[in-house]
């Protein structure tokens, strides 16, 4: 006999001491089978204590038991066993009313440390979390202002009833569809801890880590460690893993040549030992055909060993032909998909390529050139020879 209790920061799993608290196990099954504690926050939490639950109003002073929603008396009497006891951390207990001693209505604590027999005699324990121990030392850590409520409201978005021995009362209503909080319970509700709005930054966070990213690429391509800030991995390019050792480069090239032209296909190798380091990279004439590729070859068996490939991420290529054209004096254009998509989108630039422009190249050779003969020229002359013989 056990509920699943989702909370805003994880699920916990509650089994019932149906056998000992039978009165208390009905009241808590039927109102989570109701939904009765939909959108309900822990209320009150107290570190190395207890974490308090239970009262749809939120403020710790409401709340009915299933008996008083079904039109009986909103308490009931304390069920207290002498066998159960505030042993273990994650004990479940029922809250007493503060109007009449020894009754209990919706609210329920859960224990957040062992041992804390001074509860023991006082409140009805009627189950224990056997999952989600983990969520309970989040709660646990929760901040909370002077009156112990959480700064970031921890709610119960739901409650799913995975076992329940007892029958449903003729009158009970067990709704079809997901509840909606009420206006009542919104209004009460402060910033949600594990919301969306929580995790995910805001929008100046968002451009500020932009910002910076941009201003590092920049750096990289200023000092020379990047041929432009906005480089990208290519297209064509596929990563190719979990290779076995005895797999060669004109296996690969005979097996991946039917989704189109290649380039080049390599399996990296162990520069001392000259061993299959188990990838490989193989390019593309077309973009097209590295994307056939990439949907049909995954988890192909080759070798007696099931690959992996993806879009490679790897630029190391296009920066060893560029460092190549920095020693060479040529200058590398950019090509539109190592553009962002913005950039590539553009008309005027679709005829972009990875090409080097050997005129610049050829204009350095001729100033070096005309320079070379210049000096030659000047050692030839009479002051030079003059200089020469006088040291």
């Not at 988890?299 to 993806?310: F, T």
């Amino acid at each position: 006999m056990s509920v699943l209790v989702e909370t805003s920061i994880g699920d916990l799993v509650i089994d019932l001491y149906t056998a000992e608290a039978p009165r208390t196990s009905m009241n808590f099954l039927k109102l989570c089978k109701t939904k009765y504690y939909n959108f309900v926050s822990f209320h009150r939490i107290e570190r190395g204590f207890i974490a308090q639950t239970g009262d749809p109003t939120g403020t710790g002073t409401g709340g009915q038991s299933v008996y008083g929603v079904l039109g009986g008396a909103p308490y009931f009497p304390a069920e207290i066993h002498p066998k159960l006891k505030h042993k273990k951390r994650g004990t479940v207990s029922m809250a007493v009313s503060g109007e009449e001693p020894g009754v209990s209505g919706s609210q329920f604590f859960i224990t957040l440390a062992d041992d804390l027999d001074y509860l023991d005699g006082r409140y009805t324990v009627f189950g224990h979390v056997t999952e989600g121990l983990d969520i309970l030392d989040q709660i646990n850590l929760a901040l909370c202002d002077s009156k112990h409520r959480p700064l970031r409201d921890i709610l119960i978005r739901h409650t799913i009833v995975l076992d329940d021995p007892f029958p449903d009362p003729p009158s009970l209503v067990v709704p079809q569809s997901p509840l909606l909080p009420t206006s009542e319970q919104l209004s009460e509700i402060r910033m949600e801890a594990g919301s969306d709005h929580e995790n995910q930054p805001s929008e100046s966070e968002s451009a500020k880590r932009e910002r910076e990213a941009n201003a590092q690429a920049l750096t990289l391509e200023m000092i020379g460690d990047l041929p432009f800030a906005d480089i990208k991995p290519p297209e064509n390019i596929l990563f190719v893993c979990k290779l076995n050792p005895v797999t060669r480069d004109d296996d690969l090239e005979t097996i991946f040549t039917r989704f189109g032209k290649i380039l080049s296909c390599q399996v990296i190798r162990d520069s001392l030992s000259g061993d299959s380091l188990g990838y490989a990279f193989i390019e593309f004439d077309q973009k097209e055909a590295c994307e056939e590729a990439y949907f049909k070859m995954d988890n192909v068996l080759i070798d007696d060993r099931r690959i992996h490939v993806d879009f490679s991420q790897s630029v190391s290529k296009l920066h060893g032909k560029w460092m190549q054209s920095r020693v060479q004096g040529k200058t590398l254009k950019m090509k539109s998909r190592y553009r962002d998509e913005a950039a590539s989108n553009r008309a005027d630039e679709k005829t972009f390529d990875m090409v080097f422009d050997t005129s610049a190249g050829r204009s350095e050779d001729r100033r070096r050139r005309r320079d070379n003969n210049s000096d030659r020229r000047r050692s030839r002359s009479p002051s030079r020879q003059r200089q020469v013989s006088q040291k």
